[in-house]
């Protein structure tokens, strides 16, 4: 309802600020602790807020876009208790979850938490796997019957009920089809991982890599360099001109992060490297 509180774990994909500002309801933030360099929930700082902002609903991001995290299922049964205990709604976006590392294996949230069943719903689509954002589709899986009527009720309303037709076959045809394109593209991309951290060990040691679990994109702690955050901006757009995605916009306290993605050529990458390193270097002499 207007007015009700939604849980995020920031520094998280930014339009979850979005949409719940723009449904008129209320944010509450259980910010993710960063622990000698990698993310955690910190669950009694969840739970505190759960309890004293009678939190309605969790907007999960799993795995975690921007930081790499995926999830354990002692991690996700954990959230499913509280959540079930508070009488909490989850909404799990599982977008990057053909991104999982194979050993770091995705767990969906209905398998970790089946009791919560009727208080659930899981997002994927082929739109990251298979690149087809353009196309609109997306699954929206709804195991309680009551709040699937609802949602189909809400999404009839909207004007929203039908596919872009095109959307629905190549959906198809990728699930279908397309797991050896995957296993190849998810290998690639693990080999742009390697090119990235030799490149910061080797020429950008100030530039921290947060080792990803999984996902595509990298989260990079840029605090070595010594900048303030909007000199940071500056170095990255002006002078190396990239276009990489500044930490505040998941997080007004991680200015000092930057997060780069990997689904590019291995030549992008290393080109957009060379010109981040070219920028650190003119800052220094
Ligand atoms: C966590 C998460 N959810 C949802 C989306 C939106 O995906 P789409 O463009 O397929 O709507 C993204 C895209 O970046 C994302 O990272």
Not at 146 to 162: P, W
Not at 188 to 195: A, F, Q, T
Request: net charge negative; aromatic share 10%; hydrophobic share 40%.
């Amino acid at each position: 309802k207007e007015g009700d509180s939604v849980l995020i774990q920031p520094p998280v994909y930014y339009p979850f600020f979005e949409v719940i500002r723009d449904n008129n309801r209320k944010i509450v933030e259980s910010p993710l602790l960063l622990t000698d360099g990698h993310y955690e929930i910190d669950f009694d700082d969840l739970e505190e807020k759960i309890a004293s902002q009678n939190v309605k609903l969790f907007l999960l991001c799993s795995p975690h876009n921007p930081v790499g995290r995926v999830w354990t299922k002692e991690e996700l049964q954990k959230l499913g208790e509280l959540c079930d205990r508070y009488h909490v709604f989850v909404v799990s976006d599982e977008i990057h979850c053909d991104f999982a590392f194979p050993e770091h294996p995705h767990t969906i949230f209905a398998k970790a938490c089946p009791q919560l069943e009727e208080k659930m719903i899981l997002c994927t689509a082929p739109s990251k796997t298979f690149n087809l954002a353009g196309l609109q589709v997306s699954n929206i899986w709804v195991p309680g019957k009551e709040v699937r009527d609802r949602f189909k009720a809400e999404i009839n309303a909207a004007g929203y009920s039908q596919l872009n037709a095109l959307g629905l076959i190549a959906c198809q045809a990728a699930y279908e089809n397309g797991g050896e394109w995957l296993e190849q593209c998810q290998a690639y991309l693990r080999e742009n991982l390697k090119v990235l951290r030799s490149f910061l060990k080797e020429r950008l040691p100030k530039i921290r890599l947060i080792e990803p679990e999984g996902t595509y994109f990298a989260w990079l702690d840029c605090s070595g360099l010594g900048l303030s955050d909007t000199a940071l901006e500056n170095l990255i757009a002006h002078q190396a001109k990239l276009w990489l995605d500044g930490g505040s916009v998941f997080d007004k306290k991680s200015g000092q992060f930057e997060r780069i993605v990997l689904a590019c050529t291995k030549k992008t990458l290393l080109q957009a490297l060379t010109q981040l390193e070219a920028a650190c270097r003119g800052r220094n002499s």
